[in-house]
């Protein structure tokens, strides 16, 4: 990403003006950023996998509430541990700022559910699953949100998230 090249050694500003991941080409000169719309097409294009609730429903509302959530804020939170560059007083913040943001996954999976929307697996769960392991490489750690911790680890010991993680050499 510092050179903003791909693999190819093209210019991957051409590809995504906005300069960072993920983009991914969906057809010839259709590119789709942003992890939440990725998710959300590919969720809506197979429905009989149930990973996304129907348009125009409740929990559906509900899950692009929480996958928004999780991109504005969350992941936004983390931005300046993994940032050489940023300012000392921001990387001391940050660690509060996450926290305060883990609160509100922590409360929604206090009723016991294992899963963000409930009873069922969606594609909420697999990107929470990702934004909240980088408490364990900055050290935050997941003792003050015990059911988060609880819902990492349920969703980490699925077979296609497994098989994801061994794919991208992080298992």
Same mark, same amino acid.
């Given at each position: 990403?510092?050179?903003?090249?791909?693999?190819?050694?093209?210019?991957?500003?051409?590809?995504?003006?906005?300069? =960072?991941?993920?983009?991914?080409?969906?057809?010839?000169?259709?590119?789709?950023?942003?992890?939440? *719309?990725?998710?959300?097409?590919?969720?809506?294009?197979?429905?009989?996998?149930?990973?996304?609730?129907?348009? @125009?429903?409740?929990?559906?509302?509900?899950?692009?509430?929480?996958?928004?959530?999780? *991109?504005?804020?969350?992941?936004?939170a983390f931005g300046p541990l993994f940032y050489a560059d940023a300012p000392e007083a921001?990387? @001391?913040?940050?660690?509060?700022?996450?926290?305060?943001?883990?609160?509100?996954?922590?409360?929604?999976?206090?009723?016991?559910?294992? =899963?963000?929307?409930?009873?069922? =697996?969606?594609? *909420?769960?697999? =990107?929470?699953?990702?934004?909240? @392991?980088?408490?364990?490489?900055?050290?935050i750690g997941f003792a003050q949100w015990p059911r988060l911790g609880?819902?990492?680890?349920?969703? @980490?010991?699925?077979?296609?998230?497994?098989?994801?993680?061994?794919?991208?050499?992080?298992?």
């Open positions: 990403m510092a050179t903003k090249k791909t693999e190819t050694g093209a210019d991957f500003l051409k590809i995504n003006p906005k300069g =960072y991941v993920p983009a991914l080409e969906v057809a010839p000169g259709e590119v789709l950023s942003e992890g939440a *719309a990725i998710i959300q097409f590919f969720a809506d294009r197979q429905p009989q996998a149930g990973l996304i609730p129907p348009v @125009g429903t409740l929990p559906r509302a509900r899950l692009q509430e929480h996958l928004n959530f999780r *991109a504005s804020e969350l992941h936004k921001t990387k @001391g913040a940050a660690p509060a700022r996450i926290g305060r943001r883990l609160d509100r996954f922590e409360a929604a999976l206090a009723d016991g559910r294992p =899963y963000l929307l409930g009873k069922d =697996y969606t594609i *909420a769960d697999p =990107y929470l699953f990702t934004i909240a @392991g980088w408490v364990k490489p900055t050290g609880e819902h990492w680890s349920r969703v @980490g010991t699925r077979d296609a998230v497994r098989a994801a993680l061994k794919a991208e050499g992080l298992a």
